[in-house]
């Protein structure tokens, strides 16, 4: 059974930083995070191809967050930069359990299993 399990998410200042980490059992997966704010569709934020060696990020976050894997505890992590209180909002881990060489993937429609959420909010 797919699980995927994030946890890091809290209140935080603005311009503070943050590190999310989703722990994925069950098999082997690319992973990503998207986010969604109250009243906004979910977005993109980053995803990272199974070797770790390409990963791509959404245009409000390119810069200031890193995205990274460890495949020998099967986690991904996100590290959160400069934060804005924009950047509010309750984040997911997403994983999908097939791929192409070193490919991610920026879609929701690509990913097949989904977190429960962490929520970020950031302040004033």
């Known amino acids: 059974q797919v699980q995927l399990v994030e946890s890091g998410g809290r209140l935080v200042q603005a311009g503070g930083s943050l590190k999310l980490s989703c722990a994925a059992s069950?098999?082997?997966?690319?992973l990503g995070w998207f986010r969604q704010a109250p009243g906004k569709e979910r977005e993109f934020v980053a995803a990272?191809?199974?070797?770790?060696?390409?990963?791509g990020y959404g245009d409000s976050v390119e810069g200031r967050f890193t995205i990274s894997r460890d495949n020998t505890k099967n986690t991904v992590s996100l590290q959160m930069n400069s934060l804005k209180p924009e950047d509010t909002a309750v984040y997911y881990c997403?994983?999908?359990?097939?791929?192409?060489?070193?490919?991610?993937?920026?879609?929701?429609?690509?990913?097949?299993?989904w977190g429960q959420g962490t929520q970020v909010t950031v302040s004033t």
């Open positions: 069950g098999g082997r997966f690319i």
């Open positions: 990272v191809s199974m070797s770790g060696d390409s990963a």
């Open positions: 997403a994983a999908r359990s097939t791929w192409y060489s070193n490919k991610y993937y920026r879609t929701i429609g690509e990913y097949t299993y």
